[in-house]
T-cell receptor, first 114, second 110 residues
Framework: DAGVIQSPRHEVTEMGQEVTLRCKPISGHNSLFWYRQTMMRGLELLIYFNNNVPIDDSGMPEDRFSAKMPNASFSTLKIQPSEPRDSAVYFC????????????FGQGTRLTVV | RKEVEQDPGPFNVPEGATVAFNCTYSNSASQSFFWYRQDCRKEPKLLMSVYSSGNEDGRFTAQLNRASQYISLLIRDSKLSDSATYLCVVNLNAGNMLTFGGGTRLMVKP
């Protein structure tokens, strides 16, 4: 298995533009997580899905952020409009929905908003 | 107060040294615990799970103290390749929603 696949790996965009980050989880995993990592705040959970259904989106910073999981093999995180403070590394992770299993992370998308 | 707290370090140690990291968590209902490792500009990866009875994996030993709500990681005979950030991770519910500490940076020097 190729692991969790994220695209793009790097994104540089201008303030105000729409940004879409993509994730393909590991086949067979039924949980998917979006995290954001910055030096100041570390790794923050933004939203997670179980069986394609959003379970908790309390970590989504504001309405400019939205996430979808239309099927078991694909998820998107969208920021519209983007702001410089959104600059961070965004990780997608997948796992099985049980209490003691490993979460596997993608390589991340490094977003820079100028 | 953060749900999972760690000393950010950095811990600078010579090769061969023993180093220990601690982590505290705030939710007494937390169900499972892990240490993840993150190399510079890479994704986090599972290092080891932490069990109530304590567990060992080679040079690494993890312990859990539920009464005091802290988790520890001990690295013996540290290697240059152990240089990384070590993330304390707690699962707060019945699913697999992981909450990460801020990480402790370790630098092992020759």
């Amino acid at each position: 298995d190729a692991g969790v696949i994220q695209s793009p790996r790097h994104e540089v965009t201008e303030m105000g533009q729409e940004v879409t980050l993509r994730c393909k989880p590991i086949s067979g995993h039924n949980s998917l997580f979006w995290y954001r990592q910055t030096m100041m705040r570390g790794l923050e959970l933004l939203i997670y899905f179980n069986n394609n259904v959003p379970i908790d989106d309390s970590g989504m910073p504001e309405d400019r952020f939205s996430a979808k999981m239309p099927n078991a093999s694909f998820s998107t995180l969208k920021i519209q409009p983007s702001e410089p403070r959104d600059s961070a590394v965004y990780f997608c992770a997948s796992s099985l929905w049980t209490v003691d299993t490993e979460a596997f992370f993608g390589q991340g998308t490094r977003l820079t908003v100028v | 107060r953060k749900e999972v707290e760690q000393d950010p370090g950095p811990f600078n140690v010579p090769e061969g040294a023993t180093v220990a990291f601690n982590c505290t968590y705030s939710n007494s209902a937390s169900q499972s615990f892990f240490w993840y490792r993150q190399d510079c500009r890479k994704e986090p990866k599972l290092l080891m799970s932490v069990y109530s009875s304590g567990n060992e994996d080679g040079r690494f030993t993890a312990q859990l103290n539920r009464a005091s709500q802290y988790i520890s990681l001990l690295i013996r005979d540290s290697k240059l390749s152990d240089s990384a950030t070590y993330l304390c991770v707690v699962n707060l519910n019945a699913g697999n929603m992981l909450t990460f500490g801020g990480g402790t940076r370790l630098m092992v020097k020759p």
